[in-house]
């Protein structure tokens, strides 16, 4: 985590964002090849919802949508902001009203609008009980989830693009607080083992995040590791196109207006309106 040319803190993990996906539903609804841009993703949500009883309400959507203004919403959104070249910060200030968060944003009221999403309970988006049971074909989640454990046919693809491939970062990151001597070269100590080859394989192994190591990742062990779970492989490789969100001062304020934005949007409000209504916010907190 660098700041102002200053290393802050260094990582204990790693992981990204990619689209988790039933292949038995795919295949029931006739899609053979998966979704690589933005509009086959509409497209192809569009066909995995599906109504089977007849009553005007689908038992199958096509994708689950985080419902809430908190950071995880926020952070499912940023792969779609990043893909089409955006940026919600502007010479170290909160910067929301701009073409590619309009396009984002517009492009996730798009899917609702086609009656292709399942929106989570509120806060809730990190949840895979829908997935699991078939109510929805995709969801946006990481390596992490429990997904990974379940017995469910799934895949993971990478996040389809508008402009170019892009995904969010998830990490948790180490510091080292200004303390005695003597517990700052134990602490030294502790980071040095924690980012080491046989830690970092081990908990990666463990955790299903991403090894920080090189060494690590390239490992005998982890790389049988990978040919245990090969949806991994989209994980490793999304880390080339991966961004973070805005390290700046004051970052859970911007959070939490550009959440507001963002649930607004989903149920309904123009996205333009919303971002100006969530920058005139950050702005009165800023003077």
Do not use: C
Request: aromatic share 12%.
């Amino acid at each position: 985590m660098q700041l102002d040319g200053h290393i802050w803190s260094v990582p204990l993990f790693v992981g990204n964002v990619g689209l988790f996906y039933r292949p038995d539903l795919f295949q029931a609804a006739g899609i053979s090849q998966v979704p690589k841009t933005w509009s086959e993703l509409r497209e192809a949500a569009k066909k995995l919802t599906i109504d089977r009883n007849g009553d005007q309400r689908p038992d199958q959507y096509g994708l689950s949508m985080p419902l809430g203004k908190g950071e995880w919403t926020v952070s499912i959104w940023f792969p779609f902001l990043f893909s089409s070249d955006g940026t919600v910060v502007k010479d170290g200030r909160p910067d929301l009203v701009n073409e590619s968060a309009i396009a984002a944003l517009k492009f996730w009221q798009d899917l609702i609008k086609d009656g292709s999403t399942k929106f989570s309970a509120p806060e809730r988006g990190y949840e895979e009980d829908d997935f699991i049971a078939g109510r929805v074909a995709m969801q946006l989640t990481g390596p992490w989830t429990f997904i990974m454990k379940s017995q469910v046919d799934f895949d993971v693809m990478p996040i389809p693009m508008n402009r170019h491939p892009a995904t969010v970062l998830a990490s948790g990151n180490m510091f080292i607080m200004k303390t005695t001597p003597e517990r700052e070269k134990a602490a030294w100590k502790f980071l040095e083992y924690v980012i080491s080859e046989p830690f970092q394989t081990e908990w990666s192994i463990g955790s299903g995040f991403l090894p920080i190591n090189l060494k690590s990742a390239q490992s005998q062990a982890y790389q049988e590791y990978i040919k245990q779970k090969p949806v991994m492989k989209t994980f490793l490789e999304q880390l080339f196109v991966s961004n973070t969100r805005p390290i700046i001062p004051g970052y859970s304020r911007l959070s939490d207006s550009l959440g507001r934005a963002i649930e607004a949007t989903m149920l309904g409000a123009p996205p333009e309106a919303s971002l100006k209504e969530a920058q005139a916010r950050l702005d009165l907190i800023g003077k």
